[in-house]
């Protein structure tokens, strides 16, 4: 079992670019998320999956979108990419929401310049 | 989501036992216990949870007072790599839109 894995580790984007990241889980997991994480912010929720071919808005959705084509898949897309979006980048799984505890993959580092 | 309050800091010797407090006076009937921990640089990670029983997995141990005002993460033998920041919250179950907040957590140095 790789659990959640995130891919790339590292990503530097100039203003204006975009890029997807990507996010895998083989433990057949139903919820999946997208978090950002700052110095002295805590983890913010982005977006939020319930399910294959659902996503929904988190707290801090505007700038990314994502998509949940595969149940195991979970990208999020930065259209055009901000200085404000440097961050931490991780993504989580769960099953059905019925109090299990979420996965949480190792991080993309983004900086954008 | 009910406010847990944990200590800011503690040590451990290597192979002892870490018991990590968390007080939550407020929480509902309906909301469970989750303890999670992040090592430096590293994804957060989630250890265990509890509703009213206490739990055991692979990696720890949660006794939840009856009163449910309060709970204790036992790592058996504490570790080298056990070091890391551990977060105590107390969630209900129907929050799939909402972060996970991790307040300040306990910050567990785990010394040879």
């Known amino acids: 079992n790789a659990g959640v894995t995130q891919t790339p580790k590292f990503r530097v984007l100039k203003t204006g670019q975009s890029m997807t990241l990507l996010c895998a889980q083989d433990m057949n997991h139903e919820y999946m998320y997208w978090y950002r994480q700052d110095p002295g912010m805590g983890l913010r929720l982005i977006h939020y999956?319930?399910?294959?071919?659902?996503?929904a808005k988190g707290e801090v959705p505007d700038g990314y979108n994502v998509s949940r084509l595969k149940k195991q898949n979970f990208l999020l897309g930065l259209e055009s990419a901000a200085p404000s979006q440097t961050s931490v980048y991780f993504c989580?799984?769960?099953?059905?929401?019925?109090?299990?505890?979420?996965?949480f993959g190792p991080g993309t580092r983004l900086t954008v310049t | 989501d009910a406010k847990t309050t944990q200590p800011p800091s503690m040590d451990c010797a290597e192979g002892r036992a870490a018991n990590l407090p968390c007080n939550h006076s407020t929480i509902s009937g309906n909301e469970y216990v989750y303890w999670y921990r992040q090592i430096h640089s590293q994804g957060p990670q989630y250890i265990i949870h509890g509703l009213k029983n206490n739990e055991t997995n692979e990696m720890a141990s949660l006794i939840i007072t009856e009163d449910r005002k309060s709970s204790t993460l036992i790592l058996p033998h504490a570790t080298l790599r056990d070091t890391a920041v551990y977060y105590c919250i107390v969630r209900a179950s129907n929050q799939a839109g909402t972060a996970l907040i991790f307040g300040k957590g306990t910050t567990l140095s785990v010394s040879s």
């Open positions: 999956s319930v399910g294959e071919g659902t996503t």
């Open positions: 989580a799984s769960s099953y059905s929401n019925s109090g299990n505890g979420q996965y």
